[in-house]
């Protein structure tokens, strides 16, 4: 089965996440997309971080019913921070029987050659890229790219945590189900670093 991996913090998941990752699922030769919540990424502060497993479970509320998306904890098994490679890697192991292809933004891809072992994801994954406003997809890259366009929606994690601190309303911004369970938990109410 072809899969295609989308990984992220999803500090929270948003419309803009769902949006994407639906687009790709049914645009593109994938039976199915797994948003892969990163429990620390290497280039983010892990302190601006909800827990993991409540991170998965909006994942999941947002995205229950929806057969071609999933959500995976994969990461959490693995040690800290997530190197993309590892993933693969890991998967590739335990599942034999899928090929896994990464899905990012062009502004991802920008900085690919920063990632640990990138020649490798480079050389045996497909990456499907959506494009970004300001950002072209590069073609200096000796890789399988399948370039998409995607609908964008320019909402933030960062922006959505300080409306919650500020008490704006976020609705329409996040699925009604993810911010009842926002609401209901206290999540991000406390300014974190």
Known sequence: MNIGLYFGSFNPVHTGHLIIANHVAYNADLKQVWF??????????????????????????????????????????????????????????????????????????????????????????????????????????SANIIALTAPLLEISSTRIREMIREKISIRFLVPDVVKEEIEQNGYYREPSE
């Open 36 to 141: 892969v919540v990163s429990p620390q990424n290497p280039f983010k502060s892990a302190g601006s971080l909800l827990n993991q497993y409540h991170r998965l479970h909006l994942i999941r509320t947002a995205i229950e019913g929806e057969n071609k998306l999933r959500a995976s904890s994969v990461e959490f098994k693995l040690p800290k921070p997530s190197y993309t490679i590892d993933t693969l890697t890991y998967l590739k192991e335990k599942h034999p029987e899928h090929d896994f292809s990464i899905i990012m933004g062009s502004d991802g891809l920008q900085n690919i050659d920063k990632w640990k072992n990138y020649e490798m994801i480079l050389k045996d994954h497909r990456i499907f890229v959506y494009k970004r406003p300001g950002y072209k997809i590069r073609t200096d890259l």
